[in-house]
């Protein structure tokens, strides 16, 4: 769901996918990311890749369990999905977008 | 540090759990996962816990907490009451706590994943610790947050083998199942070592118990152990040497009463032997523990009294007007009154709590009072066990135990004889009734390895604590008391009269030997006096004849002279 705010511009979505190490399933992971993000959100997106094997203190500090994880931090509220992304609707329904109004 | 077990070939991790260590021959599986299950509440927790915290403090090995339930706050303050200071552990990076948080609402799975976070974590937190020890409670919530149960498990076993790999002792814990040891099955992915931990109400009495069902490569005891966890953690029945190989003694110890002693074969009991006391109720049973614990403390050695029917201000305020005076003892610290009701715990709580108390007092000598009331809480072969494990336990450690027993009318001597059994000398009090009067008779039924007296001796109980006296023998009967006093009278006066009888006697013989001396001494001067007249006859006789020779010689001169002329 695209959100206007009072002055016009469109809200930036933030978001952050966690993996561990290069992997195929991180490699589809953020294939998969992308192409959502260009088709949902296009022009208002911003994707931030945390390599767990390089910060590891991140995991605990973040709650991340499963690998890979994409956290939406913007807009708020925080949402958390799990796997590679490959199931469109349930990305759709964990990043809480209603496509009937985009 | 490990413990290498040669004889089993296997490196055990001590978990510094009072007694656990000793019924798994020195503690958990080294690089292994042990499985610790049960019912919530059951403990598990507090054994992870544990096992972290002894490792951190004492063996020198850093542990990693990961917890799916408690925060690392409510973790901390469940072990400050047991004297753990886990933030400090955390500061000085010897433990790491790790709360996982899983909500399911929040996860949605959109395609294929792992548990690669954590891994990552627990890898974290091994190396910023240098961690040899991890705890993992309960990973079972994971089976609740996340539904792909293919995953879960193959990830499982990923773990498992990423543990070892680690080269750390792991404890993982799960809650028991219906008829299952774990509601998801983790026992099958943990082999080595697997604890249950159950936690029981029997007959309104909750008992805690361990079994340990698996531990690969060491044979260990396959029944239950109770535990109890108070405030000093939890602490696990130790196995006591059933094997009945203990040090023995010589030496001697007195029972504080020295007449007691001298029946004891002049010495009183071994050190480290059992004894029992049993009469009936009033017949000064606990007067000669007191006499006991006295003497015991009067030597400078400690002594517990594990009272189960009146509370320590009673027995102190009774055993003062007999003058003994227990007080002064714990005060100095010597004493040390434990009391209850037998039926607050089970029996197998009763035998841990003592236990505890005793290793941690090191008392030479223990006094029970008594034992048969604890037959409302077990049946008569429960109560017998636990006195055996009991008994073992003090005779490993060379401490001198007297139990206090009833003789009833209702509990025979076949009652008591079973737990007589167990101990090494058994002092019956009885009661002796004659003539409407009661009095206290003591007697040694056995003392095993020395000679001792088999005489009942009179047992009173006087303002200066216990004096025996010898029994009344006489004419055939056992005497005592008021009956006694009586008899002795009677005898005295006899006596008396007898040796009345005798003086009279004795003089009767000296005036009729007096009278036959008079009588002989005038028979012999009637002798002298017809002697005197036999003599003076004879000499008047011979005068006369003398006389008669003379005048016939001179008649026949004269008349021969005239013829001539």
Excluded at chain 1, 25 to 33: E, I, M, Y
Excluded at chain 2, 332 to 348: T, V
Excluded at chain 2, 495 to 500: A, F, H, P, S, T
Excluded at chain 2, 547 to 561: K, P, W, Y
Aim: hydrophobic share 35%; glycine share 8%; aromatic share 6%.
């Amino acid at each position: 769901m695209h959100e206007e705010n009072s002055s016009g511009a469109k809200e930036k979505w933030q978001l952050r996918l966690y993996i561990a190490g290069q992997t195929p399933k991180s490699a589809r992971a953020l294939a998969n990311l992308q192409n959502f993000c260009e088709e949902h959100l296009k022009g208002q997106y911003e994707i931030e890749i945390v390599d767990l094997m390089e910060h590891p203190e991140l995991a605990m500090r973040d709650q991340i369990i499963a690998i890979p994880t994409l956290v939406r931090k913007l807009p708020a509220p925080i949402k958390k999905i799990i796997g590679d992304l490959s199931q469109n609707q349930r990305v759709l329904a964990g990043l809480d977008i209603n496509l009937l109004t985009s | 540090m490990n413990r290498h077990n040669s004889e089993q070939g296997i490196d055990k991790s001590p978990s510094g759990i009072s007694g656990l260590d000793e019924i798994t021959g020195g503690g958990l599986p080294s690089g292994r996962p042990t499985l610790i299950c049960g019912s919530a509440g059951a403990g598990k927790s507090l054994f992870a816990m544990t096992f972290l915290v002894e490792g951190a403090i004492k063996y020198n090995e850093p542990g990693v907490y990961m917890s799916f339930e408690e925060t690392a706050e409510e973790l901390s303050s469940n072990v400050a009451s047991l004297g753990y200071d886990l933030p400090t552990l955390i500061a000085e990076k010897k433990i790491a706590i790790d709360h996982v948080e899983i909500e399911r609402n929040q996860i949605e799975e959109t395609g294929e994943y792992d548990l690669d976070g954590l891994f990552v974590r627990l890898g974290f937190a091994i190396k910023s610790t240098g961690a040899k020890r991890v705890a993992i409670d309960t990973i079972e919530v994971l089976f609740a947050g996340l539904s792909d149960t293919g995953v879960l498990r193959a990830e499982l076993g990923r773990l498992f083998r990423w543990l070892k790999d680690q080269g750390v002792t792991a404890i993982i814990t799960g809650e028991k199942g219906e008829g299952t040891l774990t509601r998801n099955g983790l026992e099958e992915y943990v082999s080595d070592c697997v604890i249950l931990l159950d936690h029981r109400v029997d007959d309104q009495v909750a008992t805690r118990r361990l079994r340990i069902v698996k531990y690969r490569g060491t044979s260990h005891g396959t029944n239950e152990y109770p535990f109890l966890i108070d405030e000093d953690g939890i602490t696990v029945l130790p196995v006591t040497s059933m094997l009945l190989d203990h040090d023995v003694s010589d030496e001697r110890v007195s029972s504080g009463v020295d007449p007691l002693d001298d029946m004891l074969g002049g010495r009183g009991f071994y050190r480290g032997s059992s004894v029992l006391v049993s009469g009936s109720a009033g017949s000064g049973k606990s007067t000669l523990a007191a006499h006991f614990v006295d003497e015991t403390c009067r030597r400078g050695e400690r002594c517990i009294y594990f009272a189960f029917e009146e509370s320590p201000l009673q027995i102190m305020r009774n055993m003062r007007s007999v003058g003994i005076d227990l007080n002064q003892w714990v005060h100095k610290g010597l004493l040390k009154f434990s009391a209850s009701r037998p039926n607050l715990w089970g029996l197998e709580m009763h035998l841990a709590r003592m236990h505890k108390e005793i290793s941690d007092f090191r008392p030479r000598v223990v006094v029970v009072d008594p034992i048969y009331n604890l037959k409302s809480v077990g049946s008569n072969s429960e109560v017998h066990s636990m006195l055996l494990r009991l008994i073992d336990y003090l005779k490993s450690m060379a401490i001198t135990g007297m139990f206090v027993a009833l003789d009833s009318s209702n509990t025979s001597e076949a009652d008591n004889s079973t737990v007589s059994s167990l101990m090494d000398s058994w002092i019956q009090l009885r009661t002796i009734e004659h003539s409407s009067e009661r009095n206290r008779g003591i007697y040694i039924l056995k003392s095993r390895g020395m000679s001792h007296s088999n005489q009942i001796r009179e047992f009173m109980l006087t303002d200066d604590g216990i004096r025996l006296r010898e029994v009344y023998l006489g004419k055939g009967e056992v005497l005592t008391g008021s009956a006694r006093l009586i008899q002795e009278a009677l005898d005295e006066q006899e006596k008396v009269e007898q040796q009345q009888a005798i003086e009279r006697m004795a003089r009767d013989a000296v005036r009729r030997r007096q009278l036959l001396e008079q009588q002989i001494s005038t028979l012999q001067s009637e002798l002298e006096n017809v002697n005197d007249e036999f003599d003076h006859l004879t000499r008047e006789q011979q005068v006369a004849s003398q006389l008669g020779d003379s005048a016939r010689t001179q008649l026949t001169e004269s008349r021969n002279v005239g013829a001539k002329r």
